[in-house]
């Protein structure tokens, strides 16, 4: 599986300029930052986490401080903010390890594919804390077949799509949901890539156990290689 992730890395590395935009906005803007969700973020520890408004709130005051309108950041961050939600919090080890990037912005941003594709599978993951209305679609290059993770969607995306459905490089697909139809979360989208889906349909871990960290960076390489965030650089 290793070789698998470092030659789709290498082949998304060959292809970075013809990516188009995932999102109606510019991520490599003066108004983007980079957020952190690590236990060190004292404001979030603060925070009654369960209560989404209020973290809502503590994620606009976190882009304030910032002077930006846009925050990035997440990939194989270890955070605590999963256990806000028992869907993650297991009693045996709890899953922190974020295995996507996340772009903290409005809900209605429109979502776009970033390259060519199908849709591979979709569904509504409507536990509290989980990706609500989520789209997955697979693509080819150079041979080799991945895919990529749209979480956090508004509900209407989901109607009339289907399984096969042919996507092109620049559709829309969705837009960035509201809570609590996201999954009761503060707007923003969940982007990840993945080497193979493992049987999965609708869902794919976005977030694991620190002890399997070597594992899904083998499955899930650095979703900026497509998305092309000089903050995240």
Known sequence: MLNTEKKLSDILRRHTVAFGPVLDADLNGEHVCRLDFT???????QTD??????FNEAVDQMLREQNATIGVGGYMENR?????????DVAEESRDL???IDVWLPAGTAVFAPLDGR????ADNANF????????????????TFFTLYGHLNEECLQGLSVGKEIHKGDKIA???????????????HFQVMCS??????????VARLSEQAMYEAICPDPNLILNCRHLA
């Open 119 to 122: 849709v591979h599978s979709f």
């Open 49 to 54: 986490l369960r209560n989404t408004a209020t």
């Open 39 to 45: 236990a060190a973020n004292q404001l979030l520890q």
């Open 175 to 189: 837009e960035v949901g509201p809570y609590p139809e996201n999954g009761d979360w503060p707007p923003h989208l």
């Open 197 to 206: 889906m493992d049987g999965k349909e609708g869902d794919y871990p976005g």
């Open 80 to 88: 605590f903010i999963y256990r806000r939600s028992q869907h993650f």
């Open 98 to 100: 974020h295995l996507g």
């Open 129 to 144: 804390g989980d990706y609500g209305p989520t789209i997955i679609l697979e693509h080819e290059l150079e041979g080799v």
